[in-house]
T-cell receptor, first 114, second 113 residues
Framework: NAGVTQTPKFRVLKTGQSMTLLCAQDMNHEYMYWYRQDPGMGLRLIHYSVGEGTTAKGEVPDGYNVSRLKKQNFLLGLESAAPSQTSVYFC?????????????FGNGTRLTVT | DAKTTQPPSMDCAEGRAANLPCNHSTISGNEYVYWYRQIHSQGPQYIIHGLKNNETNEMASLIITEDRKSSTLILPHATLRDTAVYYCIVRVLMKTSYDKVIFGPGTSLSVIP
């Protein structure tokens, strides 16, 4: 049981390049989330999904797109990377509608945009 | 969504109890209080959660005031490995509505030898 797996772990992009971050979970969770973390700012929610085929905006969605074509995968896309998107990105998942349903986090993707 | 307020930093002597406070004065009746921690740059780790009653597990205890406007996470015997940023969040568990889980800046706990 791998839990939440994020790929890649590290990436360096040039301004204007595009990329996709992949999050995969093997716990059959309905909810999935993408957060970014910058120094001293805690975790900020980018986008989230409550099920296959559904997505919603979080606190800081601009410059990002997401897709949830399969229940186990949640993709975060950067169409035209900017230096302001240099950050650590965390994916999380949780089951739906259950009392004991904490978020399970991946170990992060460290992205640098030059 | 209810928001939380935590002190930005705290120190605790190794072996002593660490008491981390959280204010959530606008919490609603069906919102749970959750605690996570993040060590270095790893993914956040779930610690404990509760609704009304105090809770205890192998990691910590959670004390929620009777009016539910504040709570305290207690690490009974802090070790150096407990040095981390601790996040208190409130979360609505609803089957039909979107569930935004919002993190604040948290409390940076330093356990001192």
């Amino acid at each position: 049981n791998a839990g939440v797996t994020q790929t890649p772990k590290f990436r360096v992009l040039k301004t204007g390049q595009s990329m996709t971050l992949l999050c995969a979970q093997d716990m059959n969770h309905e909810y999935m989330y993408w957060y970014r973390q910058d120094p001293g700012m805690g975790l900020r929610l980018i986008h989230y999904s409550v099920g296959e085929g559904t997505t919603a905006k979080g606190e800081v969605p601009d410059g990002y797109n997401v897709s949830r074509l399969k229940k186990q995968n949640f993709l975060l896309g950067l169409e035209s990377a900017a230096p302001s998107q240099t950050s650590v990105y965390f994916c999380a998942s949780s089951p739906l509608g259950q009392r004991d349903s904490p978020l399970h986090f991946g170990n992060g993707t460290r992205l640098t945009v030059t | 969504d209810a928001k939380t307020t935590q002190p930005p930093s705290m120190d605790c002597a190794e072996g002593r109890a660490a008491n981390l406070p959280c204010n959530h004065s606008t919490i609603s009746g069906n919102e749970y209080v959750y605690w996570y921690r993040q060590i270095h740059s790893q993914g956040p780790q779930y610690i404990i959660h509760g609704l009304k009653n105090n809770e205890t597990n192998e990691m910590a205890s959670l004390i929620i005031t009777e009016d539910r406007k504040s709570s305290t996470l207690i690490l009974p015997h802090a070790t150096l490995r407990d040095t981390a940023v601790y996040y208190c969040i409130v979360r609505v568990l609803m089957k039909t509505s979107y569930d935004k889980v919002i993190f604040g800046p948290g409390t940076s706990l330093s356990v001192i030898p």
